[in-house]
């Protein structure tokens, strides 16, 4: 079974912020929310993780809502090298699995 | 730098003729992976290496067997290919030890893509 949904894919405008949403109803206590990205033909990429708090490192913002079941990933000024799928991954700290949904399709245009 | 190198990037082999996949690392990782990702979908995790122990995933065929003869090293030996087997193949590794990396955060190569003909 999924745990997480995400929109197939999106659009957004170079130089703007692209937000991502990710639902994770059934996100236990313990787990948390990953963020990887996939450009074409290359391996995926760690961007953040986060468990309630929001998180902030040099690619992108984590935003948690407080009952923890969505998320948003935010790219803050998107550019074309920032087009790729972006998955969003609900995983126990110390569980060395990663369980890839379909993830979201953005497309960042000029 | 750092990374997670996978020899060959591209390789064609013959339905049923074994072929054998590699990756290295210079990280210096305990953990390392293979994930199977076929065209237009997910990444999906074969096995996984925790130091020397294996780790099978319950629905890999055995058709996929893989090898780690010391840290930096890892095969994927697929044994007799078929169609199905097509898809890139890629490597990724990861570290129990908090070394500045985000704990758990695991690291890709760029895969390896696999033409079964």
């Known amino acids: 079974d999924a745990k997480t949904t995400q929109p197939p894919s999106m659009d957004c405008a170079e130089g703007r912020a692209a937000n991502l949403p990710c639902n994770h109803s059934?996100?236990?206590?313990?787990?948390?929310v990953y963020w990887y990205r996939q450009i074409h033909s290359q391996g995926p990429q760690y961007i953040i993780h986060?468990?309630?708090n929001n998180e902030t490192n040099e690619m992108a913002s984590l935003i948690i809502t407080e009952d923890r079941k969505s998320s948003t990933l935010i790219l803050p000024h998107a550019t074309l090298r920032d087009t790729a799928v972006y998955y969003c991954?609900?995983?126990?700290?110390?569980?060395?699995?990663?369980?890839f949904g379909a993830g979201t399709t953005v497309t960042v245009r000029a | 730098d750092a990374m997670v190198i996978q020899n060959p990037r591209y390789q064609v082999t013959q339905f049923g003729k074994p072929v054998t996949l590699s990756c290295s690392q210079t990280?210096?990782?305990?953990?390392m992976y293979w994930y199977q990702q076929k065209s237009s979908q997910a990444p999906k995790l074969l096995f996984h290496?925790?130091?020397?122990?294996?780790?099978n995933e319950a629905d890999t065929p055995d058709n996929f067997q893989s090898r780690r003869p010391n840290t930096s090293f890892c095969f994927l030996d697929i044994r007799s290919p078929g169609l199905g087997d097509a898809a890139m193949y890629l490597c990724?590794?990861?570290?129990?030890?908090?070394?500045?990396?985000?704990?758990?955060?695991?690291?890709f190569g760029p895969g390896t893509r696999l033409t079964v003909l």
């Open positions: 990724a590794t990861s570290s129990d030890e908090v070394t500045g990396y985000s704990y758990n955060e695991q690291f």
């Open positions: 059934t996100i236990s206590g313990n787990e948390y």
């Open positions: 986060g468990l309630k």
């Open positions: 991954i609900v995983r126990v700290e110390g569980d060395y699995k990663l369980s």
């Open positions: 990280l210096n990782h305990n953990v």
């Open positions: 290496y925790y130091d020397k122990d294996f780790n």
